[in-house]
Every structure is written in C-alpha cells, then in structure tokens.
C-alpha cells in the first residue's frame, strides 16, 4: 500500500510539473497595419501573415511580411490576402535578431504599399 501511495504521489507531482511548464507558443512580436498582420514566433522560427477579413464588393489588399536580420539574411512572408493566413519558416540564427514588418497593398490600383513600422525581436 505504501507504493501505491508514494507511486501516486509522484505521478500526480510529474503531472504538475508537466502542466506548469507546457503552454501554447506565443508571439515574439506582433506588427499590424491596420488591413493585415505579421507575427515572429521564436520557437520554431515561423512568421504568420494574416490578411484581414475583407469586403467582397471592395478591392483586395494583398498583404506580406519583410524581414532582416542582425546578421544580414532578408526575406517576405506572402502574400496573401482576405482573411487567410501564411505561415513561413525562414530558419533564422539564435541568439540574433529579426526585425519584422507587415505591408499592403490593394491589388487594383499601382500605389505604393501601406508598411508598418519594424519590430525587433530576439531569435
């Protein structure tokens, strides 16, 4: 009995240290310019483009993610546009940084693209 007891207390604190330290990854940084957004998600090294919902009887934006690095290495992330997400894999170095911006543009019209700021995050 005394096994049973000490088996399940060990279980039951594996479990909790297992429950404490699992958790969803989250964003490194997030940029948006108002029609899409980019994220940079460190583990992993992924960049996600979501273009936003958009209206059916409006032009299309056609939205992407530029990205540098500390190192030199550039890259985009798209396009993509109404309401989809891109997901990219760009294998950046660690212990670096990305900075990361998200840019748009409706698909009608030669205008130049509406970017937003860049977003410096650790890799």
Known sequence: MKRIKYFLALLAVSAAAVLVTAGPASA??????????????????????TAYDWDPDMPQFNS???????YGRTGTCGPNSGGTTVT???????????HIRVCSTV???????????YKSSPT
Do not use: K, M
Not at 64 to 70: L, V
Not at 88 to 98: G, K, Q, S, W
Not at 107 to 117: D, I, N, R, Y
């Open 28 to 49: 490194d940084a997030t940029v948006n310019n108002g029609h899409a957004r980019a994220i940079f998600i460190s583990y992993g090294d992924q960049i996600g483009v």
């Open 64 to 70: 992407w993610a530029e990205w540098y690095t500390s």
């Open 88 to 98: 990219c894999f760009p294998n950046v170095a660690e212990n670096r940084t990305i």
């Open 107 to 117: 698909s009608l019209f030669p205008v130049p693209p509406t970017c937003s700021a």
